[in-house]
């Protein structure tokens, strides 16, 4: 069993709060300064990002989760992530559909561009992203499973946009993979909090908008090989495998 320096919450040029410097080319270039072998590629509910990102981070010696930050109905971050191209596709079109539409103010909330290999921009987009989407929690969770994805519910010790600050509580359906801590608490003090959350697995991760912010919190994960199976099986403490917060 080895050990792999994971942060699985990075955020591109694509969401407007993304620095312009968020370029893919720029991340995995920063990643690989950080020594992390594992990033996770989550922006505002959109994923147009992950097909170059996973192709940048072969090609550079960098694990890359791809996936979305979607923002529920209640106004709750979740984390998601998918194995291949055709399931980040067919939760692209989940997501477009489902998107609450109201135009993007770039002057105020900042560009979404789509950008190549390159920086390079293809496409704006024109809805803004960290609106919501139609969908509550628990029909976001049952997708991602239905795609055989990683759901994650984000920094679930914040007093905004997380699923106990929205909803009070984590509710007894919903079928998370683990819990997404951010950088502000560790576990111990949370669990002082929340002790009857202690079963489930927990990570930490940067939430970075600027490069000089990835790598900034990581989790590490005990695999025996990098692959989104063996990161599963990590996440459900299977096999030996676990994720260890520094």
């Not at 590629?41 to 990102?53: A, E, K, Q, V």
């Not at 998370?176 to 930490?204: I, N, V, W």
Request: aromatic share 6%; net charge negative.
């Amino acid at each position: 069993m080895r050990e792999y320096t994971a942060d699985l919450h990075i955020h591109s040029v694509l969401s407007p709060c993304g620095d312009l410097d968020m370029s893919p080319r720029n991340i995995i270039g920063r990643a690989g300064e950080m020594k992390i072998d594992i990033l996770g590629i989550s922006d505002h509910n959109s994923t147009r990002h992950g097909p170059l990102m996973r192709r940048l981070g072969d090609m550079n010696g960098v694990f890359v989760l791809t996936g979305a930050e979607v923002t529920s109905r209640e106004e709750v971050h979740c984390l998601t992530f998918f194995e291949n191209d055709n399931q980040l596709s067919a939760f692209q079109k989940y997501l477009d559909s489902s998107l609450i539409p109201f135009p993007n103010d770039p002057g105020r909330f900042g560009h979404q561009v789509v950008v190549d290999e390159n920086d390079m921009i293809l496409e704006e987009v024109e809805n803004m992203l960290v609106y919501s989407i139609d969908q509550s929690v628990e029909q976001i969770e049952k997708v991602v499973h239905q795609l055989d994805g990683i759901f994650i519910p984000a920094h679930v010790n914040r007093q905004r946009n997380s699923i106990i600050s929205q909803l009070g509580f984590i509710p007894s359906g919903i079928n998370a993979d683990a819990l997404e801590l951010s950088r502000h608490t560790g576990k111990a003090e949370f669990l002082g909090l929340h002790p009857g959350l202690s079963d489930y697995t927990f990570l930490q991760s940067s939430d970075a908008h600027f490069p000089e912010d990835i790598g900034r919190t990581c989790s590490v994960f005990r695999l025996e090989e990098i692959s989104f199976a063996e990161i599963k099986m990590a996440l459900a403490k299977k096999g030996g495998r676990r994720v260890v917060l520094p």
